[in-house]
């Protein structure tokens, strides 16, 4: 992970935010792709499989004909926001821009901009690319 500038703020706020360096690795398109399409593996297998688990549980048609192609679409969706994931954050602490008390960022955090809640004041923090 290499070190990289992003600008801490509120998410109902026009005050500036803080600015401050955090582990990120910066994802190439080659693996932004790759992550995109095991991701809608999985979840359209792990949805067909449901969907077909429960034609043969519940003999109920239409719990059939709403689940397949709900099953079918949500792949895509998932892999669409995977690919829009540009950076993942590493996990760190950072101040809230309100209260100043540390927020914790979790591993793999997906950036640009991430979001997060400060357990302390309540509000969403905003991480974003410091330009």
Known sequence: MEPTSVRIGMMDSTRPGLVMTLPAR?????????????????????????????LLVVPAPHLHLCSLPLSIIIGPLVAYVSWRQRALLGATEVACARCRKPVSVPENQPGWPARMNCLHCGIMVELTLAT
């Open 26 to 54: 910066h994802l190439t398109h080659w693996q932004r792709f790759r992550r995109a399409m095991s991701r809608m593996m999985i979840v359209s297998g792990i949805a067909l499989f449901v969907s077909n688990f429960m």
